[in-house]
């Protein structure tokens, strides 16, 4: 950055003051998702960070103005939302990737950048996704690679561009790869205290304290300490673990993971009225019901055992876990809400694609010594084989897609997909209930997604949209 002109380099500086002095959510797979960002922002983060997305799998999206929400969604090729943001977090959101190469970074950060507030790279997950593939900690390995990205993102892209990195063994070692990602154009960079082989449950020790406090000492920039959740327990704690880093800002995960009310100024919530708040977010973004549920089983993470902790675990249905923490009213009304929106629109065309004959029929297609065996003498079969890649990659055209506009236009309840993992052999069938028939296929498929598909199929074909041979009418 030494090297910029006074524009740019005023630029630079206002982009770094967006993360001094801040209380940030911390980037969490599973629980970064917009009603657990919107909440911690309402109860006073200064910013939040999305869950980890990969770059691929950013790449392959299409950005869509949900209407009906208010939202913008990116949106994958199996039609499923990888990405769902809305106005209320756009000056706060900050969009992580996983990443292994500028170019695809840069690709992937363009989607996005005119609906988030910043762009941010994760090299510091340790997991053996992220390090097979080049990416998170293994990035700390390579750090030639790690400078080449940040320095694309910030030539290239017009938001500010931070990274999230982990404490190498020396303290000398940290404070070096900072200083080339900073000088590479990163205006913000969050250290979190552990090593790449440290768990949550291991505490920062006094001595990783100091190494990211060195860190903060040399920078020019931003730094943003990670990893104090198991000593932060309330919205004071935050000032401690800041004055023991010496960092500008201090961004947790599980500590509010568990409670998002750590972020009040006010003082920690009950949970009980934590999660019914959030219930009533997930309900309103229309956020995965399996999704919704993994969020509030944390909030009562150690309160398993309570009524509600119980009714959490034991709901299977949005319903069910609506009623657990107190918001039938809210889930009524929601529902009432999308049925009327769904009459309101204008019907479209359902989109149709013409797949060649014999194209449905995987090759890794395993079919029964008995092709009803396993399956319920009250399931509708399908002829065909189960989906194939080359049939799921086309956005907007698989049969769960066409599935969900069939049931818009004839305002029928969403289908249900229950899938069973054939063990020990590998193999996976799905049964698809929709307005009280359940479909299914007689072969078994490679994976999870391709088993619902083939079962979607199975009633779009029953329902006369798919073709007995196979092939969906244009």
């Not at 797979?29 to 950013?58: H, K, M, N, Q, W």
């Not at 249900?416 to 996976?428: N, Q, Y």
């Amino acid at each position: 950055m030494a090297d910029m002109g006074p524009a740019a380099a005023a630029a630079a500086v206002a982009a770094s003051a967006r993360y001094a002095n801040k209380h940030i959510l911390a980037p969490m797979v599973r629980i970064g998702t917009l009603p657990s960002r919107l909440l911690a922002l309402r109860y006073g983060a200064d910013l939040v960070y999305s869950e980890e997305l990969i770059d691929f799998r950013v790449i392959a999206c299409q950005r869509v103005e949900n209407k009906a929400l208010g939202s913008v969604d990116f949106v994958g090729p199996d039609g499923v939302v990888t990405f769902r943001t809305c106005p209320e977090e756009t000056d706060h959101v900050i969009f992580q990737m996983g990443t292994a190469d500028p170019a695809r970074a840069v690709q992937a950060a363009r989607l996005v950048a005119n609906d988030v507030a910043g762009i941010d790279v994760n090299m510091g997950c340790p997991k053996d996704f992220s390090l097979k593939g080049g990416m998170g900690a293994a990035l700390l390995r390579t750090p030639e690679k790690a400078v080449a990205i940040i320095r694309a993102l910030a030539e290239n892209i017009d938001k500010p561009i931070t990274c999230k990195v982990r404490l190498l063994p020396s303290a000398e070692d940290t404070v070096t790869l900072c200083q080339k990602l900073a000088d590479a154009g990163a205006c913000a960079i969050a250290v979190h205290g552990r090593l790449t082989h440290q768990r949550p449950r291991e505490p920062v020790t006094p001595e990783q304290c100091a190494a990211v406090r060195a860190v903060a000492e040399k920078l020019d920039v931003p730094v943003i300490a990670n990893g104090g959740s198991l000593d932060i327990q309330s919205y004071a704690d935050f000032a401690t673990f800041k004055a023991a880093t010496g960092c500008s800002s201090v961004m947790v995960a599980r500590a509010a993971q568990w409670n998002m009310s750590v972020f009040r100024k006010e003082g920690l919530l009950p949970p009980e009225e934590v999660v019914k708040t959030y219930a009533r977010l997930a309900l309103h973004w229309d956020n995965h019901s399996a999704n919704t549920k993994y969020c509030m089983m944390q909030t009562f993470h150690d309160l398993q055992q309570t009524p509600i902790g119980k009714a959490i675990h034991a709901a299977k249905e949005l319903s069910e876990l609506c009623a657990a923490v107190g918001v039938t009213q809210d889930f009524e009304e929601t529902k009432a809400r999308k049925r009327s929106l769904a009459e309101s629109l204008p019907p479209r065309p359902i989109s149709m694609v013409h797949y060649k004959p014999g194209e449905m029929d995987s090759k890794r297609a395993r079919a029964d010594t008995n092709e009803d065996h396993g399956l319920p003498a009250d399931v509708i079969v399908s002829p065909h084989g189960p989906m194939t890649r080359k049939v799921l990659s086309q956005p907007g055209h698989n049969p769960k897609t066409i599935l969900l506009e069939y049931i818009r236009q004839h305002k029928l309840d969403k289908p249900i997909f229950v899938t069973v993992d054939r063990k020990p052999t590998a193999g996976f069938r799905s049964i698809c209930t929709l307005d009280g028939k359940r479909y299914s296929n007689r072969f078994w498929s490679s994976n999870k997604k391709i088993a619902e598909q083939s079962s979607a199929a199975a009633a779009l074909q029953s329902l006369g949209v798919l073709e007995a041979d196979g092939t969906i009418p244009t």
